[in-house]
């Protein structure tokens, strides 16, 4: 009987179900990455062997993480369909915490433009699908990333400040108002177009502005505030024991005030 192989000298196949040994041998491979002892001031160029030596390790240490093999459970991956004739990518399984920054709904589907997708996909996120048949991250890049999607070089900046930290949203020219629409403090008109989450809906037919209920016609009238104070919000009431005020009253209480 042949030995078993060790665990770590295993090779774990891409794109597809592993075994329980192929599992374990992922697992239990080590974790560490390669420790970076150089910095931007180490790569000036001053034409020196040991610059020379410095670039050539920092390489190894590149294509040693972009070799790296990443196992993920098909539990935690949400899956995803890549539409090419509409240029989005339809979430099928609910999505995950990356929902709250990406992502929008339109006509009760949750969607993905191609650079949310693609940068989901390479953190691991999303399982992605084209005609039912999965995609790795190099089929993704030439899908998704074309003249009439999202360029090579607008994802890098978008993939960029996404590992930065921040919330990369496409622009939307309806949320940006006229100066008429500011005239009129009408900053709520594209609020409709906001879901719970506060992200926007996309709709080819929805109007700019929200509709707003008729302002009532004829007369304006003003109606009196009732007496209110700061520490009590309710209306003001005069004590039991006082008589209710009346102009019998006044005039019992202001005698003077009489004409001879």
């Known amino acids: 009987m042949e030995p078993e192989p060790e665990p770590a000298a295993v090779e774990v196949p891409a794109g597809r179900v592993l075994s329980a040994r192929e599992l374990f041998a ?39 993480l972009l070799a790296e093999q990443r196992v993920e459970r098909l539990g935690s991956l949400v899956a995803a369909e890549w539409r090419p004739e509409e240029g989005f990518v339809e979430l099928k399984s609910p999505a995950g915490k990356f929902w ?12 993905l433009h191609p650079e949310e997708a693609l940068y989901l996909l390479e953190c691991g996120s999303i399982h992605l699908f084209h005609q039912d048949l999965p995609l790795s991250i190099q089929e ?32 939307q020219p309806s ?6 629409e500011r005239q009129l403090n009408l900053d709520a008109s594209v609020q409709h177009l906001e879901d719970g989450d506060g992200k926007r809906k996309r709709s080819s037919s929805s109007p700019r502005c929200a509709a707003f209920p008729p302002r009532p016609s004829g007369p304006l009238i003003r109606r009196p505030r009732p007496w209110t104070t700061p520490c009590n919000p309710r209306v003001w009431q005069p004590p039991a024991h006082l008589p209710a005020a009346s102009p019998a009253n006044a005039q019992r209480r202001n005698p003077r005030s009489q004409a001879p």
């Open 140 to 171: 993704a890049y030439q899908l998704l990333l074309t003249d009439h999607t999202v360029t090579f070089l607008q994802y890098q900046v978008f993939s960029h400040l996404k590992r930065l930290g921040y919330v990369v949203r496409r622009f």
């Open 100 to 111: 709250q920054t990406m992502g929008f709904s339109e006509q009760g589907r949750q969607r």
């Open 26 to 64: 992922a697992r239990s491979r080590s974790q560490k990455l390669p420790q970076r002892s150089h910095g931007p001031k180490d790569f000036l160029p001053d034409g020196s062997a040991a610059q020379a030596e410095r670039l050539r390790r920092c390489r190894e240490e590149l294509w040693q």
């Open 175 to 180: 949320s940006v108002l006229s100066p008429y």
